[in-house]
């Protein structure tokens, strides 16, 4: 069987200052996670009590790629899995940004200047959803944050490269890109032009 590329992100039931600080993101919950197989061509959302069955799409997970989440989503989602994320090869595209830019770039930043495409909401909205029960929307916005990484990811692996635009400069900057590969963790995976 080939291994599956799963693109993946998550919400969460609390935020930083609830838990203390940034320290322990492990501690924060999770309320949604929403993912994208290759191998099956679908998109999956699963509330905190359906992790269980994204931990058997793990097991068949030969690369994970997702924004931000060596620093976020897999420090949060372990907890929840028996699989040591560490050792599942990933893909963070926010840490190639930082190697190269030199400083964070938001996933709205990129879609924007790349694809013309923004996301629907943010992090603290989805939050405010969860907390109001309104848990179609925290689905719907885990999705959509999804498909803008697989769309970003699948540019920037066709072409070579992603644009953002930098608080320095109105122009949008290019970032070269090589995702035509698996990587390994410590692999910057972008630089800047």
């Given at each position: 069987m080939v291994k599956d590329t799963v693109i993946f992100d998550l919400e969460t039931k609390?935020?930083?200052a609830e838990i203390g600080g940034r320290d322990h993101p492990e501690l924060l919950g999770v309320s949604m996670l929403c993912a994208y197989s290759y191998n099956d061509?679908?998109?999956?959302?699963?509330?905190?009590?359906e992790l269980k069955e994204f931990e058997k799409m793990l097991k068949n997970t030969?690369?994970?790629?997702?924004f931000n989440i060596r620093g976020f989503d897999l420090p949060v989602l372990q907890p929840y899995v028996g699989v040591d994320l560490k050792k599942i090869n990933s893909l963070d595209m926010m840490d190639g940004v930082v190697n190269s830019a030199g400083f964070r770039v938001s996933l709205d930043n990129l879609a924007k200047t790349t694809l013309g495409v923004a996301k629907s909401a943010d992090g603290l909205q989805a939050l405010e959803w969860f907390r109001q029960g309104r848990i179609q929307e925290v689905k719907d916005y885990c999705l959509k944050d999804v498909e803008v990484t697989k769309k970003l990811y699948e540019f920037g692996k066709k072409n070579g490269h992603i644009k953002f635009v930098s608080r320095y400069s109105p122009e949008p900057a290019i970032l070269k890109v090589d995702w035509s590969m698996r990587v390994a963790d410590d692999d910057p995976q972008l630089s800047l032009i």
């Open positions: 609390k935020e930083f061509d679908k998109f999956s959302a699963f509330e905190e009590g030969g690369l994970l790629i997702g």
